[in-house]
């Protein structure tokens, strides 16, 4: 038995996307909402933390020390879990201090996060510093890793996929946003365990195609080990389309604010502007180059990220 918390509340709907369907005049669209996982507002991480916080706490952690973004949903997530435990939690973050905390920032300082500002470029030294100054102090660090895309992280979006083919698993295709690749790595081996016979698309937010294909493959085959399952993915059975990046991570343009649109209009379901934005726009444009074919069933799995829509870098820009 790997150990876990039991917190997410699962399993998360599957919900048609008719006037999007109609709309779109493509294959008929279906999502799956782990934004409503129902931790502090929700997404991917939320599943994630079930296993790797269940480890920290075996190995006797007080304190949760992680890294990302301003506006990363991890982070949040992961001050909210802390708060919930009793746990303390450290947050290193890429950026400088905003003069207004707001969207997922502003929540990490409302659960009680610690934060230390670093750059993409130095934060290992920033996280390590942080991690010694903790354990110094006698406050148990235990560090999680960007995006908690661990095997343990795997291992969740494994048993994710099992509860979708508890759900029917009828789709052709499921659609996602990648990025540390850990959410993908485990429905990739979700799907192989299983005997799925649909693909899994990911789209990737910020790497090239080709890292995130041997991320993918590195993390879920880690997971089948930890699971004591004989599987091996390679990273040619994976697939990755890179080609809706854009200006880079966290750059939303044109393409991301289409889609949060369309879906909030058609359908009065929201979308993020960093990720689940960015995966959708790539489905919108694969579906009117004629990517998928009219019969495919497609279900957009929705991650989650729902807090930066309201962060002052995006939304003044949403309409
Ligand atoms: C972290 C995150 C992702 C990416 O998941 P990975 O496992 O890092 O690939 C996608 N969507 C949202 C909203 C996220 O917060």
Redesign the pocket.
């Known amino acids: 038995m790997i150990p876990r918390i039991r917190i997410a509340h699962l399993p998360t709907p599957i919900e048609p996307l008719p006037r999007l369907s109609t709309i779109l005049g493509g294959p008929r669209l279906w999502v799956k909402r782990d ?1 409503q996982t129902g931790l502090a507002l929700g ?3 939320t599943r ?1 933390l079930e296993f790797v916080v269940a480890e920290a706490q075996a190995h006797g952690a007080q304190t949760l020390v992680t890294v990302g973004a301003v506006q ?3 982070c949040r ?1 992961t001050a909210a879990l802390a708060a919930r435990l009793g746990l303390g939690c450290a947050l290193v973050l890429f950026g400088e201090s905003p003069k207004n905390p707001s969207g997922n920032y502003l929540l990490d300082l409302l659960f009680g996060a610690e934060v230390t500002w670093a750059t993409r470029e130095t934060y290992e030294a920033v996280l390590q510093e942080t991690f010694e100054k903790a354990w110094v102090e006698g406050r148990r660090p235990y560090l999680i890793p ?4 661990t095997p343990l ?2 291992i969740a ?1 494994a048993y994710a996929f099992k509860e979708y083919m508890e759900q029917g698993g009828e789709a052709d295709w499921i659609v ?11 429905l990739v081996l979700g799907a192989r365990l299983s005997g799925w016979r649909g693909r899994i698309l ?1 789209i990737s ?1 910020d790497h090239p195609a080709g890292w ?1 294909k041997e991320r993918v493959a590195e993390l879920a085959s880690q997971a089948a080990d930890r699971l004591g399952e004989a599987v091996r993915i390679t990273p040619h059975e994976v697939e990755v389309n890179d080609s809706y990046i854009g200006a880079g991570y966290g750059v939303m343009g044109h393409r991301e604010i289409e889609a949060i649109q369309l879906f909030a209009r058609h359908e009065g379901l929201l979308l ?1 502007p ?3 934005g960015r ?1 959708a726009a790539g489905m919108i444009d694969l579906i009117r180059s004629g990517f998928f074919k009219p019969g495919e069933r497609v279900l957009f799995w ?5 807090p ?1 829509l309201f962060a002052d870098r995006y939304a003044p820009n949403l309409l």
Not at 302 to 306: A, E, F, R
């Open positions: 934004d997404g991917n991480k994630k990363s949903n991890h997530q960007l995006g908690a895309s992280g795997a979006y996602l946003a990648s990025s540390s690749a850990g959410t993908q790595a485990g990911g937010v995130v993020d960093v990720y689940t995966a929705h991650t989650g990220g729902i930066a």
